[in-house]
């Protein structure tokens, strides 16, 4: 079985722990599609985040406390360079994650293309799946905000990772822009594990921050609706909150409850031109109505591996249960 995971942030790099603990006990082989929309140029250096947290946190670097950045962390550059008052100040980089970060440029300035340097940077780390960004290509995540200092206050546009780290979405937020989507191009092998794929998963990741960029690059989207594979989402929401993150301060801006079935509609049905052939709930939103899209409710929170990789077989099961919408023959590879 093939297994493509959407995904990004914290809690996507924790579903797939779960996905990898699957994949080990079934023989499942399992790409992972991250999002580069909160990608960053921060003193000279390429910083990926999401592609970070899925690579230390299957490689075993991670630093489960913060749940971000690498375990065993230092901060010496920080500390010299907030004495030279060096912008950013509000973004720390740590000593060890600052390593990636240089290995990273250089082989970026070097001609490498971005998906080329996470094949070598996985070489160190394992992270047992195959991770690929969605796009090679510029595509950062900013946010449109009002400045509250101008009389009359004045919409401006700023980075997502200023928006959040900074300010801590506090700022009145009028929308997201996925500047330079639409000029983007999927990384070479993501529409082959599309076309490829047995079951696609999107991960209980940030639907506007994480997956939103994702599905925003041209080819990717059109995949998932035209594709063979069933496509089966993960909430990341339960009951009224996030599993974690902001997802609730993000799905405020569009005017969307923070609800598992406001994020299923948001998503859609692939029957009407959206995204899902199915839905996985905590069973505390297990009457959850999603326009038509299959349910299921199993427990959502990933308090371990056990727990993240029986979320990730009822998904499958559900995948295996559902009639996928796409224009193609369904392939043999999910069981019935």
Known sequence: MRIVVLTGGIGGAKFLVGVRAYA???????TAVVN??????????????DLDSVMYTLGGGADAQRGWGRAGETWAVKEELTAYRAEPTWFGLGDRDIATHLVRTTMMNAGYP????????????NPGVRMIPATDDRLETHVVVSDPDPAPPAQRAIHFQEWWVRHRGALPTHRFVF????????????????????VVLIAPSNPVVSVAPVLAVPGIREALVGGAAPVVGVSPIIGDAPVRGMADRCLAVLDVPCTAAAVAGLYGSRRSGGVLDGWLVDPVDAAAE???????AVPLWMTDETATAQMVAAAVELAGSVEPAGTRPRPDGVAR
């Open 24 to 30: 080990r006990r079934t023989g499942a082989e399992v």
């Open 36 to 49: 580069v929309g909160d990608d960053a140029v921060l003193h000279g250096l390429r910083v990926c985040p």
């Open 114 to 125: 971005l998906s080329a340097v996470t094949d070598a940077l996985c070489v160190r780390w």
């Open 179 to 198: 500047v330079g989507a639409a000029q983007a191009e999927p990384a070479p092998g993501v529409l082959d594990a599309l076309a490829a794929a047995d």
């Open 290 to 296: 999603t326009d038509g899209v299959p349910v299921r």
